[in-house]
C-alpha cells in the first residue's frame, strides 16, 4: 500500500526546549493512526509539521510524495487543499456563523457558488450530526458541538488525510465517545487516511 505520509529524522527545538527528536513515521493511504503521549511531548507539533505549518530544523517530512520543506506557494497550497484538520480547540471563527465556518475553505478556494456551497455545508453538518445549525454562532455551542462543526469544517473540500489534534480534550467521557466513534465512522465512510 502506497505511504502517503512519510516523516524522517525530524527533530524540532524551540529555544533550548528540543520537543522532536528524530521522529520517524510512514503512513499507508487508509491508514488509521493514532500518537499517544504526554502534555507537551510533541504530539501537537508533530501534526503542524504535516501540514506545514512550522518547518523542522532536520529531518524530512514529505506527503503525497513531496517534501514539505521543498516546496512553497502553488504545489504547496495543492498539497494542503487534500489535508483536513481538526485543531484541539476546533479554532472557530467566533465571528463567523456555523455555516460560515464550515464552508470558509470552499469560499475562499473559489470554483463553487453559494447555493453549492450550502449544500455541501450542509450535507457535512449532516454527516457529524449538526444538521439545522448553520445559523448558530460558535458562543451558542457546547465544547463537543464545537469539535462536530470543526470537523465538519476539517472535511468540508473532501480531503485524503486528516488530521485529528487531541479531538476529545476537555470534553466529558460520553461526549468524548461520541466524537471517537464519530471520527471511526468517518475514517471508514470516506475512507480517509486518519
Known amino acids: 500500500m502506497e505511504k502517503i505520509i512519510q516523516i524522517?529524522?525530524?527533530k524540532k527545538h524551540f529555544g533550548d526546549n528540543e520537543v522532536l527528536r528524530g521522529v520517524a513515521v510512514d503512513v499507508k493511504r487508509g491508514e488509521s493512526l493514532v500518537v499517544i503521549g504526554r502534555s507537551g511531548c510533541g504530539k501537537s507539533v508533530l501534526l503542524k509539521h504535516i501540514n506545514?505549518?512550522?518547518k523542522p530544523d532536520s529531518g524530512t517530512v514529505s506527503v503525497f510524495g513531496s517534501d514539505l520543506a521543498a516546496i512553497?506557494?502553488?504545489a504547496l497550497s495543492d498539497i494542503r487543499k487534500k489535508v483536513?484538520?481538526?485543531?484541539?480547540?476546533?479554532?472557530?471563527?467566533?465571528s463567523l456563523s456555523v455555516s460560515e465556518n464550515v464552508g470558509l475553505a470552499l469560499h475562499e478556494g473559489g470554483g463553487f457558488n453559494n447555493s453549492e456551497i450550502d449544500d455541501i455545508v450542509n450535507e457535512?453538518?449532516?454527516?457529524?450530526?449538526m444538521a439545522?445549525?448553520?445559523?448558530?454562532?460558535?458562543?451558542?455551542?457546547?465544547?463537543?458541538?464545537?469539535?462536530?462543526?470543526?470537523?465538519a469544517r476539517a472535511i468540508v473540500t473532501n480531503p485524503e488525510i486528516v488530521l485529528y489534534d487531541e479531538p476529545t480534550t476537555g470534553l466529558d467521557p460520553i461526549?468524548?465517545?461520541?466524537?471517537n466513534n464519530l471520527i471511526i465512522?468517518?475514517?471508514?465512510?470516506?475512507?480517509?487516511t486518519s
Open 132 to 151: 439545522g445549525t448553520g445559523e448558530m454562532y460558535p458562543s451558542d455551542l457546547s465544547g463537543g458541538m464545537k469539535k462536530r462543526v470543526g470537523l
Open 8 to 10: 524522517d529524522g525530524l
Open 124 to 129: 457535512k453538518l449532516e454527516m457529524v450530526g
Open 175 to 179: 461526549t468524548a465517545d461520541l466524537i
Open 185 to 192: 465512522d468517518l475514517h471508514t465512510k470516506l475512507s480517509i
Open 72 to 74: 512553497s506557494g502553488r
Open 52 to 54: 506545514r505549518l512550522i
Open 84 to 94: 483536513g484538520m481538526l485543531f484541539q480547540s476546533a479554532a472557530l471563527l467566533d
